[in-house]
């Protein structure tokens, strides 16, 4: 290991940093996220809350007579946020018509295909001769998965999913308009739900790795008791004592959505915008996207070495 040294007199490649952040600043960045849920639950809202824009409309159905979604569909809206000179490239992918069915076997399927289609797209990118200088990143960083607030335990479909789901994406549950339950029922269903987690095997995000520090580790630790996230969106203000807040007004009070004492949005909210976006973007890349890497050059290496020589 090479010997630590300190500069004599001040060389300047402390800048390095800076001349990063440059440039990043110019390229802005990319996040994608997948929600994943039941028509009714408040995907849409949810999103337009985090990100305190009206991003995505709401995909149920308002009319008695429009079809019922036979299938899962996978639908993407992209927008770019420009904060304090920080641009995001946000793209969202919705997956309706999802448990809608009477019989939900399968309706995944479509869900995990789109997620390894990215990795695939973005493999044959990168493998191009001459390949783009910033590939164009689709692969999904984030996944919501939305569990209906019953105050009971997961359903049957919530286990397969988060399962399938864990292996090839970054999960996180949010339990979907929590102000439905008690904080007595709230809590219950959450210690019933980290349970069943951990007997079903479910890894979910954040992971440790060897290059956390202290804090990075006492963070992640914080939001394991948390998750899941027990969350209300509202994209209405409404008025608590003179000031205006996002909530929801009922006839016995007001949520509000940003009150850690009703919900857990501002929990949920700060750890995907402030605390772990960019080990979401990693951790895709790294984890998740590398283990379809190798699989898939594996596979191509023995389909090669299967073929019969030239000639023969």
Not at 6 to 18: E, K, L
Not at 64 to 78: C, F, G, L
Not at 104 to 115: L, S, T, V
Not at 238 to 247: A, C, E, F, L, S
Request: with cysteine; glycine share 6%; net charge negative.
């Amino acid at each position: 290991m090479a010997e630590e040294i300190r500069a004599s007199t001040y060389v300047g490649f402390d800048s390095i940093t800076q001349q990063i952040e440059h440039k990043l600043l110019k390229r802005g960045f990319q996040f994608n996220v997948i929600v994943v849920g039941p028509t009714g639950l408040g995907k849409s809202t949810l999103i337009n809350t985090i990100f305190a824009s009206h991003l995505m409309d709401s995909k149920g159905r308002f009319a008695a007579d429009e079809p019922v979604r036979q299938t899962t569909e996978i639908q993407t809206v992209s927008h770019v946020i420009v904060e304090n000179g920080v641009k995001l490239r946000l793209n969202i992918v919705d997956t309706p018509g999802y448990g809608d069915q009477v019989n939900n076997e399968g309706c995944w399927d479509p869900i995990i295909k789109y997620i390894k289609d990215q990795h695939s797209a973005y493999l044959r990118k990168e493998l191009t001769a001459q390949r783009d200088r910033f590939i164009q990143d689709t692969r999904i960083h984030c996944c919501l998965y939305f569990i209906n607030p019953t105050g009971h335990s997961l359903r049957p479909i919530d286990v397969i999913v988060m399962k399938k789901l864990s292996e090839v994406v970054n999960v996180v549950p949010v339990i979907a308009k929590s102000d439905t339950l008690t904080a007595e029922e709230r809590q219950a269903f959450k210690d019933k739900i980290r349970e069943e987690l951990v007997y079903h095997n479910i890894r979910l995000y954040p992971f440790d790795t060897d290059e956390d520090d202290e804090e990075e580790v006492n963070l992640n630790e914080t939001i394991r008791s948390i998750i899941p996230f027990a969350i209300v969106g509202s994209e209405s203000n409404v008025i608590i004592n003179g000031t205006p807040v996002r909530g929801r007004k009922n006839r016995w009070g007001v949520v509000n959505v940003e009150d850690p004492n009703h919900c857990e949005f501002v929990n949920l909210r700060n750890f995907l915008t402030r605390t772990h976006l960019q080990d979401l973007i990693e951790t895709t890349a790294q984890i998740h996207y590398e283990a379809f890497r190798s699989k898939q050059l594996l596979a191509l290496k023995e389909g090669v070495n299967q073929r019969p020589p030239t000639g023969q």
